[in-house]
Nanobody, 127 residues
Framework: QVQPVESGGGLVQPGGSLRLSCALAGINLDYYAIAWFRQAPGKEREGVSCISGTDGSTLYADSVKGRFTISRDNARNAVFLQMNSLKPEDTADYYC????????????????????WGQGTQVTASS
């Protein structure tokens, strides 16, 4: 029942922007780290970004650093991923994942660290 729900994916041209949303009803974001992962066709799942529950600190994959921004709205139980300057290689299914913080400041881009997963939303950056 308790499951992140992603939205906001779609088709954009390279150089464009999208803002993904992750709804986390029932999840107290003060205590959970929330991460975005993506999986392109035929590729391994890749950690994109994470925001900690305890202090809001963030983590980004090198491939998206400077282009993507993760943020949260604790009162609305939502996390966002602003994606700018999209490239064709950003094309993937994007997943939101949540996990109780293992320690203060916990952030991770390892899928095995997360237990609650959404169904994903597709992002396509193509001409």
């Amino acid at each position: 029942q308790v499951q992140p729900v992603e939205s906001g994916g779609g088709l954009v041209q390279p150089g464009g922007s999208l803002r993904l949303s992750c709804a986390l009803a029932g999840i107290n974001l003060d205590y959970y780290a929330i991460a975005w992962f993506r999986q392109a066709p035929g590729k391994e799942r890749e950690g994109v970004s994470c925001i900690s529950g305890t202090d809001g600190s963030t983590l980004y994959a090198d491939s998206v650093k400077g282009r993507f921004t993760i943020s949260r709205d604790n009162a609305r139980n939502a996390v966002f991923l602003q994606m700018n300057s999209l490239k064709p290689e950003d094309t993937a299914d994007y997943y939101c994942a949540a996990e109780l913080s293992y320690y203060s400041g916990f952030r991770s881009l390892r899928s095995a660290d997360f237990g609650l997963w959404g169904q994903g939303t597709q992002v396509t950056a193509s001409s």
